[in-house]
């Protein structure tokens, strides 16, 4: 008869030496209905950290713009970077963060909804109608059995009759409005940039939020990085800005997706990457003052 201890659903055990060691597991991760005894339900939360492992994503909004900005990756060198933006419908476009997959599956969904309202109401769905039936979609995975939560987060923009919009949408199926917002990858670099500047975005043109946007977004960058137009994309809601003029828009200001060159105009107005690692210059000594030197 073995001595194995009894409670198996809490632990694994290992043989070794004539003795059982147990190794913890969590028991309240097995599925997405089961609550932790701290109201927790842990496979929404592994999803929420999908998102955190994704390539950044930035979005702003001013009073005639909304602005998408998105830190592509590449697999490898012979590889293609990634597609980070999608267009919705001409009023409506998404920033991603996750799982791609799971993005395209969504933003499929998503279009489907769109084209439904144009084919039943004879107009374009509002923006916050349309982000309240994805976060719907996605509830349902966090609660029925079975199923597991989406990967994947997005940075929703668009336009109605009572202007832009930037909302985000996460696995948990929740949805908020922003003034400004960034997900994924080092993230939170790119929030305390928006948070010390979001009260001028309300009147700033497309150059100044595109510039705003960029500044953001380079914060969430390794130090020995930086922005170029093979790893950056920019998605637009709004009228033609300056740097867009011989471009052909949609009226009202369609979404539009700009990379490669056409995002060079912006990139060569940001300032160098101050360097982290170089020395500071220090003041002038005054006279018969000591100079400490470091070794």
């Known amino acids: 008869m073995s001595d194995r201890p009894g409670d198996y659903s809490a632990h694994k055990w290992r043989y070794h030496g004539n003795q059982f060691y147990s190794i913890f597991r969590n028991t309240y991760d097995s599925d997405n209905t089961v609550f932790s005894p701290q109201g927790r339900l842990h496979q929404v939360e592994y999803a929420l950290e999908a998102v955190k492992q994704g390539s950044a994503v930035v979005g702003l909004r001013s009073r005639t713009h909304a602005v998408l900005l998105a830190l592509k990756r590449s697999t490898g060198e012979l590889a293609s970077y990634q597609q980070k933006m999608f267009r919705i419908d001409d009023h409506v476009g998404i920033g991603i963060a996750g799982l791609t997959s799971d993005a395209r599956v969504l933003s499929n969904f998503m279009r489907q909804q769109a084209m439904g309202s144009r084919m039943v109401f004879n107009r374009a769905i509002p923006v916050n109608r349309l982000v309240s039936a994805i976060a719907d979609k996605a509830q349902v995975n966090t609660q ?30 929740t949805s908020y409005e922003y003034f400004a917002m960034s997900i994924g990858a080092r993230s939170q670099s790119a929030k305390t940039y928006l948070e010390k500047h979001f009260e001028e975005f309300d009147t700033c043109d497309l150059e100044q939020l595109i510039d705003h946007g960029l500044h953001a977004l380079r914060e969430t960058l390794q130090q020995d990085k930086e922005l170029t137009n093979l790893n950056t994309s920019i998605g637009v809601v709004g009228p033609r800005g300056d740097s867009e003029k011989g471009t052909k828009i ?3 200001g369609a979404f539009r997706i700009m990379q490669d060159e056409k995002i060079d105009v912006y990139l060569a107005k940001l300032p160098p990457k ?7 210059l220090a003041a002038a000594p005054a006279a018969g003052e000591d100079v400490a030197m470091d070794g």
Do not use: C, M, Q, W
């Open 144 to 173: 029925e059995y079975g199923r597991r939560p989406y990967g994947v987060g997005f940075l929703v923009i668009g336009h109605d009759h009572t202007g832009p919009h930037l909302y985000e949408f996460s696995p948990s199926g």
């Open 250 to 252: 949609k009226a009202g």
């Open 274 to 280: 101050e360097d982290a690692n170089a020395p500071a």
